[in-house]
């Protein structure tokens, strides 16, 4: 059967259908080239505010291969704030020493992680390679650290924000955010704000690269502690990831340490996807909606240690990785 077209042409049914396929790729083609008009850019804004990151990690998002990393020396870690949100306040942040766990100061000071219980001495996300099994060192990379502090009565108070204000970000049942504030004591809840380094430095992903976790607890008391890790979407818990410590004594103090604690498939496959994402405000918007959730207990009688909330963003400085905290409070 012919079709007349208003050409005066004829054509088969089958390449009818073949000439709509072209136009509509090429339709598809020219929406795509308007993404960089603003209003196209708002679209797509609120489409990568509705996705989870369980989406984002799905293998439908994206079938292209990771481009390589840009080659650039890892720069040292920044001391500039950069902008907070409204209810996130800046505070005065004090340098970063390399030397044993430092005498506790009240949590309220400067920017001491700790409660009367236990401390957050250091913490960190990187990912390590190298170019061959015999090549030494590994390159490494922070996406973001929290590094020991040297606290004073000197410093700054803490600013607060108000626990209530972040709990829709975190699970609501037992266990959850909420539930654990309630229990207290209350002296050991904080929220961190991360503005995370996803350039990559001079790490290129492959077959020998390494995703992990290093963190760094100490306490008055010999014990032995729980850490649970829930990384959560949409204030839903995805994953969970629960590790045992046993102290050691240094300096007077039992440190606990977790080093390079193997990132999960989730988490490494997010990240994947989240630098791949063209912008940065499209990378910001899937953030909001992405947070972590560490809770440090007694193993033995089951007492919260120390609670952070971890919410994200990604750095636009040049310094790398950086972070405020704050402590949780209700008014």
Not at 184 to 190: L, V, W
Request: glycine share 6%.
């Amino acid at each position: 059967i012919y079709i007349k077209l208003r050409t005066g042409k004829t054509r088969t049914r089958k390449q009818v259908s073949s000439h709509l396929q072209v136009l509509a790729r090429r339709k598809s083609r020219e929406m795509q080239s308007k993404l960089k008009d603003q209003a196209s850019k708002d679209k797509a804004l609120q489409s990568m505010a509705a996705l989870s990151s369980a989406q984002i990690v799905s293998p439908g998002m994206t079938k292209t291969p990771l481009p390589p990393m840009p080659q650039s020396p890892y720069p040292p870690p920044s001391r500039v704030s950069p902008p907070l949100d409204p209810i996130i306040k800046p505070f005065s942040q004090t340098p970063y020493l390399q030397g044993p766990v430092p005498t506790p100061i009240p949590s309220e000071y400067g920017g001491n992680i700790s409660s009367s219980l236990a401390g957050l001495a250091d913490y960190q996300l990187v990912s390590e390679a190298r170019t061959s099994p015999i090549h030494q060192p590994w390159n490494k990379h922070l996406f973001v650290h929290i590094g020991q502090t040297n606290p004073s009565y000197s410093d700054p108070l803490l600013e607060a924000v108000d626990v209530r204000q972040i709990y829709d970000k975190f699970p609501e049942r037992k266990g959850g955010l909420k539930d654990l504030y309630e229990k207290g004591p209350q002296n050991a809840f904080f929220l961190v704000k991360f503005w995370a380094d996803l350039s990559g430095g001079d790490v290129q992903d492959g077959p020998g690269s390494f995703y992990g976790v290093s963190s760094q607890y100490s306490s008055s008391d010999n014990m032995t502690i729980t850490v649970s890790t829930k990384v959560c979407s949409f204030g839903k818990q995805v994953v969970e990831k629960v590790e045992t410590e046993f102290a050691r004594v240094e300096g007077g103090r039992c440190v606990y340490r977790i080093h390079r604690s193997p990132m999960c498939e989730y988490m490494i496959n997010f990240i994947h996807k989240l630098k791949h994402l063209p912008e940065k405000y499209m990378m910001n918007s899937v953030l909001e909606n992405f947070t972590i959730l560490q809770v440090v207990t007694n193993r033995d009688t089951q007492e919260t240690l120390l609670c952070i909330a971890f919410v994200f963003e990604v750095s636009a400085s040049e310094h790398g990785a950086q972070y405020h905290v704050y402590r949780l409070m209700k008014d």
